[in-house]
Structure formats: structure tokens, C-alpha cells
């Protein structure tokens, strides 16, 4: 077979379960030789490496880095390769319009909407788009992972230049670069989510008062989970107390949800990303004026109202920590201020308020997976008979970030008064 005569191949696959057949050996040989820009690239050998395993999406069976070595005019140089293996999953997921269906990414590199994005944002090259034996899809990709700074928590001037860039790209969209109108974009990604979100969280009741609780800050259930910070963001009272108060604001605002999530309709519409967890952003480890974002996973492409899309920016990485707790305040700030600054970069002259609207309402309604984890977090930390310093931890940077919810709740409303009647 052309590219692999000198290598043991049964040998070599009996050593890698992802790759099962001379099929798969064929994909790896036409990908390298697409990646290595040269036709008679003969590969030497390879090893496997699975990513993040435990830690994928519904309709990700496996990713996997695939690197080794291959002769080029007579020369042996190293390589590495992606290889994503997505997989259909429950009913839900079968329909194009949802904002997890299965196929999307493969249907996404198929098109070549990739290709050519505005702005300073790119996406990893597909060499082969394979449809596998056992019902996968496999998308055999460039790896991007060396372009990318490895901090775990990136600082208040990374998020914003990514903001930025974020609001360059929308903004071609909202001056004359025309929008993909394929129809398995997602048209609502949001409410989508939203409805994803009240099938999967956990389940919550009404947290209990019991009398006495808070009376002093000795034992596991009258510890204070103080959030720090300014006064003005303190949620006073014992762990029951602030369970308590959020559990009855989180309550009355899900019952607005579908009106709230359908007031964002009338917002101008962008292409989006919608999974800007810090993972699938490779910042380069050195910015300069020509730098670009480079962004993978694109299974929750959408076409988005303006600001939302920096709901999920800000909201999923300040829940995971890559926003260190002591900066999310003014993150929340940076994100949208640099998100307005490439818009107008990008010639938007719009009322930013619109803006302002969208991300109001993605990062409130983040609270409908964020609240009932965090009420199971404080369930396990009132019961619990010794104190667990990593959970309280965990409830109290949570603690800030459902108080920037609450707050961008009131906010909304105030804006959707001032825009819409």
C-alpha cells in the first residue's frame, strides 16, 4: 500500500485499537501526506495517545492524538494528527436544529465554512472525513495543540484580546459579510441549551432553615461561604441562608425563561462558536499585531443574537476556574468592553445596548445548569460531618458567579424595557 511499505502494519495495529483496519491505516496515510504537503510521504511508524477521556461530549466517543515519524525526500520528519471520532447519541440529537446534533461537525467540515472565517479567528485544517464501521464519524484533523498557551488560568488581558477578536468576527457579520444559512446551524442555540439543561441537571428541592443554623461559624452547617470581594456582592447569612435566597430567585426567574430566551429574537444575528470553554481556544503564546485565534470544536455553531456568544465565554471559564476567582468581577467588565471595541473595529455602529442585552441573558441563564449544582454542592457540604475545604471552595467562587447571574437578570430586564417598548 502506498505510503506505508516500510512499516509492519499488522504490527503496528495490533498496538492501536482506535485504528482497527487497513481503511483506517488509508485515512492516516492520505491525512500525513495532506498535512506533510507531499504525495510520497512513506510514514514510519506511530503511537496513539486518547484525550481527555471521561471528559467528552454526548456525541464524542473518543479523540486521539496519532503522531510518529515519516521519510520525505529522503528526509524523516515528525508529525501529529487529531483524529475525533463523533457518534449518534439519543433521539434529541438526530434533529439538525439542535444545538448538540451529532453530525454537525462533520457536516461543517464537509462544507468548507471553515475555510475562510472573517476576522482574526481560524479553525484546524480537516484532511478526511471518514465514515467508520462501527456508526462513527471520524474527522481527521490538524493538531493545533502546539500553538497554544498552557496556563491554567489565563489573565484578565488574554480573556479581553479574545473578546476582541470574538467581536471582529461578529461584527463582519453585522456589516456586510453574508451569513451560511445551512440548515443544520443551530437557529437557537440558547434555548436549546436551556431546554438541554432542565433535562440533564441535577434535581433540587427547597433547601431547609433549620433553627439555630448560622447562630455561630463552628461546624459544617453554620459555616459562612463567604464570596469576598466588595460589599456589594457579599451574600450575607449562613450556607442555608444564601441556598435559600437563590433557590427562591432561581425558581422565579426559570419561569420566565422561555419568555427571556424569546426576547432575544429580535437582536441582529451572528455566526457563533458557542462552546468557548478555555480547551477549545488555543491562544498564542506570543501576540503579536498579526496574531489570530485559532478555535476548535465547532459542534455548537450557530447563528446567535449579538453578546451572546460572550455569555458562554465569560460564564463557562469563570465556573472552571481559567478566570481566576479574584478577577471575575472585572472580567465580566473586560470581556464585554474589548467584545464592543471589535465590534466597532469591525465598522458595527450600532446601539451596543443590544450587545449589552445578549450577554445580560446568556450568562443569567448559565444559572439553569450552574444553580442546581451548586444547591447539590451545599446539600453535600450541610450534611457533611467534617469540613472539606476544596468543596467550600468550590461553593464560594460558584457563590460569585450566581450573584453576577442574579445581577445580569435585573440588568436584562431594565435593558429589554429601555429597547423593546
Known sequence: MKGMRSINEKEQLGQNSILQSTEDVEYLVRS??????????????????SINPGLLNFTTSGIYRIRGTATVVGAS???????????PDSAEKEDVTYHNYWKREAEIFSSGLLDHLPGRIIAPRCFAIQDRPDQTIGLWMEDVSGQSKCDHVWSLDDWGWIAECLGEFHGAYLTGTSQ?????????WL????????QYAPSIQEPKLESGFGDDDTGARGRHI??????????AGSIQEQAHSIWQWFNQYSGQMEKVINSLDPLPRVLSHQDLA??????????????????IDWQFMSISGVGEELGKLFGVNASFGHIAAEDIFAAKEEVFDRYVHGLRTAGWIGDERLARYGYCVAVAARSMWEVPE?????????????????????ISTRARIITIQK???????????????
Open 32 to 49: 500525513v501526506q495532506k498535512l506533510l504537503e507531499e504525495p510520497d510521504t512513506v510514514i514510519q511508524c506511530w503511537e496513539v495517545e
Open 77 to 87: 520528519l515528525s508529525w501529529s494528527l487529531i483524529l475525533k471520532c463523533i457518534k
Open 180 to 188: 451560511p444559512q445551512q440548515e443544520w446551524i443551530c437557529p437557537y
Open 191 to 198: 434555548k436549546s441549551w436551556v431546554s438541554g439543561c432542565r
Open 226 to 235: 463567604g464570596v469576598g470581594g466588595s460589599e456589594r456582592y457579599a451574600i
Open 278 to 295: 478555555q480547551g477549545n481556544i488555543f491562544l498564542p503564546s506570543e501576540r503579536l499585531d498579526d496574531s489570530v485565534l485559532t478555535l
Open 374 to 394: 451548586w444547591l447539590k454542592w451545599v446539600d453535600q457540604s450541610c450534611t457533611a460531618s467534617d469540613s472539606n475545604e476544596e468543596l467550600d471552595r468550590k
Open 407 to 421: 445581577e445580569m437578570s435585573f440588568e436584562a430586564a431594565e435593558l429589554a424595557h429601555a429597547l423593546f417598548t
